[in-house]
């Protein structure tokens, strides 16, 4: 596809560094869940914390929200369906485990370049197509070394496959929308409809109690990982995955998602100094040549 060469380079370090955030964001989701072992509790409080910052923003001049003469459908498609990704894959990993999770949702990137060439016509080229496996397959070797695949239950399987149709549903609608709606607004909606959601999901299994749902904001630990995963995991990492989304194909912005699982590994082997082995080690490797591969000038 055409692209001014600045711009696209800008969308790839855009891509990237907000792929590479959500990688860490494992680490403090962890902790956060120490003290409240609701995630919905986590989630409400993290997309209602976000939303705050972004109104801020709007406020001050930084930022503008238009939806006059648009045609918002798209927008509300996507706040709905990102809350969703997060409950499917929550769930999923609770009937089966983190390591099957990564493995499923390895193919989340093919179920993204199939829906985007379905809906869109972006028919990706066969060496993006080859190059579109590496990622997956590194995924795969990640999650897969140094652990038992453990219990998996047909209702986890089924909750994770719907995760992949969900985020490659997410993906291309979110292409789509781009052209109508800036990185700010995509993200502003769907930060505000996510926090709505969870917040009621979290007021209903805590049967009203404010008192409980506000106990976690005591601990120092939990407020920390609140702010890191609201500022950076949110707000920061939603739109420059957004501003990257609106300037290169599904086929090149799916395959960024592996760049995460990178840094995660990369986190849990440093930070909490998980054993580390050499599948793990080839398994970044073929993420790397993948990414680099389908989104290089040219393919």
Known sequence: MPHNDNKYRLALLAALIGNAIWGFSFLFTRRALQVTPLPSVLLSMRFTLAFAIMSVMLALGKASFRLKGKKIGSLLFLGIVEPLCFLLETYGILYTNATVAGVVMAVSPIVSILLAAIFLHEVPNRVQMLFCLLPVAGVVLITVSGSDLGVVTPLGLALLLGNCVT?????????????????????????????????????????????????????????????????????????????????????????????????????????????????????????????????????
């Open 167 to 299: 985020a490659g549903a997410y993906k291309t609608v979110n292409r789509k929308s781009a052209q109508e709606f800036s990185a700010f607004e995509r993200t502003y909606a769907v930060i505000g409809i996510a926090a709505v959601a969870f917040l009621v999901m979290a007021m209903v299994q805590l049967k009203g109690d404010v008192a409980a749902y506000l106990a976690p904001l005591g601990d120092a630990t939990y407020v920390t990982s609140l702010l890191v995963l609201s500022v950076f995991c949110s707000v920061v990492a939603y739109l420059l995955a957004n501003y990257g989304s609106g300037l290169m194909s599904v086929a090149k912005i799916a395959t960024f998602g592996a760049i995460s699982t990178v840094c995660s590994t990369f986190a849990g082997v440093v930070l909490l100094k998980e054993p580390v082995s050499w599948l793990m080690l080839l398994g970044a490797a073929l993420i790397v040549v993948g990414v680099w591969q389908v989104t290089r000038k040219g393919t």
